[in-house]
Each structure stands twice: as structure tokens, then as C-alpha cells.
């Protein structure tokens, strides 16, 4: 059973860094693309970055460039996004998520980690 | 990158067919048929329900099916069930991104 578990999420206050993990497990976790995708209290999804299966490519959204890095270890079966500068906007949900194979649709998804930011 | 346009909420009963709309421009939904369609509940994750603009993953009801005409893409679900009460979201490819719609809350009276 494919499984994605987030993990380090927390109450942090601006301008302050957090890294959050995803565990993946069921599936080969080297073969797939990933990304993580945010949702804001009561708001609508925003996908945030992507990275290879071999961790070479990465993209991000406009709004988190430079302060946001995706990384992750094939070794470990875990994804990681490392959050700098982090401001009240970035308050979210975060969810980890699985690129179907030989496409582009999100097949499937962690439960989310709600990431906090404020004074 | 400008989130895709949906309605803000749909409503209809039991059995009715409902259709989402989601428009993008030409640099998104227009240029790759690569929308897909998701349905979250209240405190759940998100759950693919279309993909390429209408191939269903399997275990998903025949209820739902998806298409697009130029820069616009619609989700219909028909034979309206409660248990399909949800938010629902669409996203295109865009040049190696991702763009979601803004949610569509569908409520079946």
C-alpha cells in the first residue's frame, strides 16, 4: 500500500526556517517524480515545487523562490522541504505528493502537516 | 502564475447531473491535455478523480467524466450522490508547473 506520511510541521514565527519530511513507502520511491502542494486555512490548493526521481530537476513556485528548497533522499525513501524567511502567507497545510507513473496527475497524497507561522 | 477559474460553489439533488468548469489560457489548460480533477472532504486529503483531461484511475465511479474545448476544461459528475458532496479542484500542467483552480464546493440538496 503506497504510503506518505509528513512529518515536522509546527508553530514558528516569521523569518524563521522548518524542514519538513515525507516518509514514503510502497512503492519505489526512486522511480517518481514528487511535490508538495499547500493549503491555507479555509483556502484552495497551491502547488509550491517539484523535484526529479533523481533529485537533478527541481521547480518552485514564484512565491516561495529562494526561500524553499526540495531535496530528498532515495536511500531513505524520504522527500524534504526546506522552509527559510518563513512568512504568515506561508501558513498551510503542507501536503506531499506522488506523480502518477508516465504522466502528470498527483496519484496520491500525504496527510498534510500544517505549518504555522506567526508572532 | 494566475490560479485557473472555477465557480466558487455548485448545487443540485440527488440523481441531478452537475457540470465544474475550470478556465485557464493558452499558456496552461489551452496548451497540454494535462488537467486533472480532484475531490477533497472536509479535513481529507485531496483524491485524483480525473486525469489527461478524462481517463478515470481505477476505483473511481463512471459517474464522473471530464473534457475541454480550448482553454476551458469541465468536470461532470451525474446520478448526483450525497457521499459526492465535496470541494473540487482542477490543475493543468503549465510549462513544467502546476496550476490548481480555485476550489468549486459542489453541495447536493
Known amino acids: 500500500e503506497v504510503q506518505l506520511v509528513e512529518s515536522g510541521g509546527g508553530l514558528v514565527q516569521p523569518g524563521w526556517s522548518l524542514r519538513l519530511s515525507c516518509a514514503a513507502s510502497g512503492f519505489t520511491f526512486s522511480s517518481y517524480w514528487m511535490h508538495w502542494v499547500r493549503q491555507a486555512p479555509g483556502k484552495g490548493l497551491v502547488w509550491v515545487s517539484r523535484i526529479s526521481s533523481d533529485g537533478s530537476t527541481t521547480t518552485y513556485a514564484d512565491s516561495v523562490k529562494g526561500r524553499f528548497t526540495v531535496s530528498r533522499d532515495n536511500a531513505k525513501n524520504t522527500l524534504f522541504l526546506q522552509m527559510n524567511s518563513l512568512r504568515a502567507e506561508d501558513t498551510a497545510v503542507y501536503y506531499c505528493?506522488?506523480?502518477?507513473?508516465?504522466?502528470?496527475?498527483?496519484?496520491?497524497w500525504g496527510q498534510g502537516a500544517l505549518v504555522t507561522v506567526s508572532s | 502564475q494566475s490560479a485557473l477559474t472555477q465557480p466558487a460553489s455548485v448545487s443540485a439533488s440527488p440523481g441531478q447531473s452537475i457540470t465544474i468548469s475550470c478556465t485557464g489560457t493558452s499558456s496552461d489548460v489551452g496548451s497540454y491535455d494535462l488537467v486533472s480533477w480532484y475531490q477533497q472532504h472536509p479535513g481529507k486529503a485531496p483524491k485524483l478523480m480525473i486525469y489527461?483531461?478524462?481517463k478515470r484511475p481505477s476505483g473511481v465511479s463512471n459517474r464522473f467524466s471530464g473534457s475541454k474545448s480550448g482553454n476551458t476544461a469541465s468536470l461532470t459528475i451525474s446520478g448526483l450522490q450525497a457521499e459526492d458532496e465535496a470541494d473540487y479542484y482542477c490543475?493543468?500542467?503549465?510549462?513544467?508547473?502546476?496550476?490548481f483552480g480555485g476550489g468549486t464546493k459542489l453541495t447536493v440538496l
Open positions: 489527461e483531461v478524462s
Open positions: 505528493v506522488r506523480v502518477k507513473e508516465s504522466g502528470y496527475a498527483f496519484d496520491y
Open positions: 490543475c493543468s500542467y503549465a510549462d513544467s508547473r502546476r496550476v
